[in-house]
């Protein structure tokens, strides 16, 4: 008997059929270039998850998780490595509304950026790796060719307290700043 067959028989037996039907993927083409880069997972005929290989690799690199057919949240592995470095967290619409970022390998957030109608509005970004930001820029999310940053604060002393600020400016929007993010996270 083969291991997945055993597999899928376990799930039907500890969990019930909702487990067995989620078990088995389907294979789809996402964005039509002949590849299945997505596999999805159904329960009782809805959607729970999909596992992403956009760079055609064989190994996913996202996979996000649906709730009533929306999406919840996501977990990707944008440099490569194997590990999750990107979680996306989305409103109950499906909208993303906050993306937590690993820069420096640890394993834990360090960089934060929230959208506001898939438009970034502020990015908060921990320094010294104890899991709070310590630098917070707020812009204002109802501008459209050109960010305006309303203030930027800083804790140099990293005590939990923001002590610096800096006054208005405006910026030039640029590649750091993407028209929306909600499915240029899609594409990783």
């Known amino acids: 008997m083969s291991r997945l067959l055993k597999f899928v028989i376990f799930c039907f037996l500890i969990a019930g059929p ?15 270039d002949g590849y299945r880069e997505a596999e999805v997972f159904y329960s009782k005929g809805a ?33 490569g490595d194997g590990k999750t470095d990107r979680w996306v967290s989305y409103y109950f619409t499906g909208i993303p509304w906050k993306v937590a970022e690993d820069t420096d390998g640890d394993g834990k957030p360090d960089y934060w950026t929230f959208l506001k109608n898939g438009w970034i509005y502020k990015w908060e970004q921990d320094r010294d790796g ?18 305006t940053l309303v203030h930027q604060s800083f804790d140099n002393d990293f005590d939990g307290f923001f002590e610096s600020l800096s006054g208005v400016t405006a910026v030039r929007e640029d590649a750091a700043f993407p028209h929306s993010l909600a499915e240029a996270l899609l594409r990783g």
């Open 130 to 147: 104890n899991g709070a930001p310590d630098v917070r820029t707020i812009y204002d999310p109802n501008t459209s060719k050109r960010r």
């Open 18 to 32: 909702a487990v067995v039907l989620a078990a088995q993927g389907e294979r789809k083409d996402v964005d039509g």
């Open 47 to 79: 959607i729970v998850k999909t596992l992403i290989d956009f760079d055609h690799d064989g190994r996913m690199e996202s996979v996000i998780y649906y709730r009533d057919g929306y999406r919840e949240k996501a977990e990707q592995d944008v440099n």
